[in-house]
C-alpha cells in the first residue's frame, strides 16, 4: 500500500514546529552571545552541529552530492553565516520579542521572491493572512519604540534588519535546496559551510575555548539548530514557500514566552494585541487554498 502524500497542511504544523525549535536556540544564543560574544558563540556552536549533524549524515550516506546541488549548499552556508553573525549581534542588543518582531519583514519579502524566483502562484488568502500577521508586528514595534533603549538597541535592530533581507532570500533557497537533497544532507553541509566561513575570521577576531559551564548551553543550541533545519528542510521540500512563510511569526510567540522566562523581558498590551493578529493570521494561512497542491506540483 502506497503511504498517502503529506497534505500542505502537515507541512505547515511540521514547519510550525521547526520555528518554536528555532525560537529556543535563539534564545540559548542570546545567553551565550551576552556571555562569550557573538563569534566565539557561533563558531562553537557550529562546530558541534557538524558533529551532530555527521553523525547522521554519515549513517544514511550514499555518495556525495551532484556538483550544482553541492553549490547550493555551499551558497546558502555562506548565506547564514552573514545573516546568523548579524541577528545574535543584534539580538544581544535588543529584547528578544522586539527582535523576532523586526525579523517578521523576511516572510513578506520571500512572497514576492517566490513569485519572482520560483515562479510560485501567490494566493490572495496567503498574502492577505501575511498582511495581517504583519500589522501585528506593526503594533507590537509601535509600543516597544516607546521605551528608549539607546544607541546600541538602534544599531542592534538595524542588524537584525539586515539579517531579515537575507534571511528572506534563505526562506527561498531552502525551498530550491529542499527539493534537492534530504534533511541530513542538508544540515551536514550548512554546519560544514558556516564552520568554514567562520574559522576564515579566527586569525582577525580570535577566540579561546569557552568555559566549561557553557558548553551544555552551546550542545542545546546546537542540538535544536540542527532539529530545527531537519523539520523546516522536510516541510519545504512538501510545500511552497509562499505557503510556509506565514510560520515565521509563530516566532514571535515563543520569543515573548522566552524572553519573559529567561531574561525578564515584559510584554506589554500592545505585545498582547499584536501576538492575537499572528496567531489569527497564521491560522488563515493554515487553511490552504484547493489550489495549492497544483502549484506545488509545478513548482516542484
Request: aromatic share 10%; with cysteine; glycine share 10%.
Given at each position: ?28 544564543m ?80 520571500a512572497?514576492f ?43 542592534g ?14 526562506i ?86 522566552f524572553g ?41
Open positions: 500500500m502506497i503511504p498517502p502524500r503529506p497534505t500542505p497542511a502537515l507541512a505547515f504544523a511540521v514547519g510550525t514546529l521547526g520555528i518554536a525549535l528555532f525560537s529556543g536556540m535563539d534564545a540559548i542570546k545567553g551565550l552571545v551576552l556571555a562569550i560574544g557573538v563569534y566565539a558563540t557561533m563558531l562553537w556552536r557550529s562546530f558541534v552541529g557538524v558533529g551532530l549533524s555527521g553523525l547522521g549524515y554519515g549513517l544514511s550516506w550514499k555518495g556525495w552530492p551532484e556538483r550544482k546541488v553541492l553549490r547550493l549548499h555551499v551558497e546558502r552556508g555562506v548565506l547564514t553565516s552573514v545573516m546568523g553573525l548579524l541577528f545574535f549581534w543584534g539580538i544581544g542588543h535588543v529584547p528578544l520579542a522586539q527582535a523576532i518582531a523586526l525579523a517578521f519583514i523576511a516572510p513578506l519579502i512572497l521572491l517566490a513569485a519572482v524566483l520560483l515562479g510560485e502562484v501567490v494566493g490572495k488568502r496567503t498574502v492577505g493572512a501575511s498582511l495581517l500577521a504583519f500589522a501585528g508586528v506593526v503594533v507590537i514595534f509601535i509600543g516597544q519604540a516607546r521605551a528608549d533603549l539607546g544607541r546600541e538597541a538602534l544599531l535592530s538595524l542588524a537584525i534588519l539586515a539579517s531579515a533581507v537575507l534571511y528572506a532570500i534563505n527561498i533557497m531552502m525551498r530550491r535546496q529542499s527539493q534537492a537533497a534530504g534533511p541530513l544532507e542538508i544540515a551536514f553541509f550548512q554546519n560544514v559551510t558556516v564552520s568554514l566561513v567562520l574559522l576564515l575570521a579566527l586569525p582577525v577576531i580570535g577566540t579561546t575555548l569557552p568555559p566549561l559551564q557553557h558548553w551544555p548551553a552551546l550542545l542545546a543550541a546546537a542540538a535544536l539548530s540542527t532539529l530545527s533545519l531537519l523539520l523546516l528542510s522536510w516541510a519545504y521540500a512538501r510545500a511552497e514557500a509562499s505557503y510556509l512563510a506565514a510560520t515565521e511569526y509563530t516566532a514571535f510567540l515563543w520569543a515573548a514566552l519573559w522566562l529567561v531574561f525578564g523581558e515584559h510584554l506589554s498590551g500592545f505585545t498582547l494585541a499584536g501576538a492575537g493578529l499572528i496567531v489569527t493570521g497564521c491560522l488563515l494561512a493554515a487553511r490552504s487554498p484547493q489550489a495549492a497542491n497544483p502549484h506545488l506540483e509545478a513548482a516542484a
